[in-house]
């Protein structure tokens, strides 16, 4: 890639945490992308707010508008095209994407678990944390992995841990995985804008000199 700063497309279907953390990092110069779209799965999200308060270009893609997953992820990933952008990011998108070839390993999701563990269909937000709560799980976090056409199946990037605590409740648990999803998005972007990240079968190899997670 050039030295420009990454182009990223950022898709979202809630609150925007995600997309404030990356608008944040921008800001303060920790992170060397720019934002070039936002897409929202429906109207009237909080997460497309945050985008337009920031000035970000955004749209919003129903898929209750289209006779199908196919056409929708088409309109998805023209806008794309339009942007320019490098890197697809998925923050709480919720719906299942079909990814053209063009943009095979250049779309990234971030889960709020350890995968492979409570991942797939219907696992997100509260769901995930109550599902570590109640299996007794002493260790959770977070996951950054490339996007394929399974839910929470594709290869991973890299992973950051927090401890699971006895008095724990999905909430405050959630608290302590979206510290560790706050450092590792945008290093896993950071990476992937770096040519550092190699796809072999269901391994991803940091390649190149430099810490994998800042601060490790």
Known sequence: MSDAPIKLAVLLSGTGRTLQNLIDRITAGDLDA???LVI???AGLVGLRRASDAKLMNFVVDRRDFAGVEEQCKQIFSLCDDAGVDLVCLA???CLLNIP???AGR???IHPSLLPGFGGKGMYGHHVHQAV???GCKVSGCTVHFVDA???KGPIILQRACEVRDDDTPDTLARRVFEQETIAYPRAIELFAQNRLKITGRR???VGAGPVVAGQ
């Open 101 to 103: 070839e063009k943009y």
């Open 133 to 135: 709560l109640d299996y």
């Open 92 to 94: 709480g998108w919720l």
């Open 150 to 152: 399974d839910y929470d």
């Open 40 to 42: 929202g799965s429906r």
């Open 204 to 206: 991803v190899q940091v």
């Open 34 to 36: 720019q934002i070039s």
């Open 107 to 109: 779309v990234m999701n």
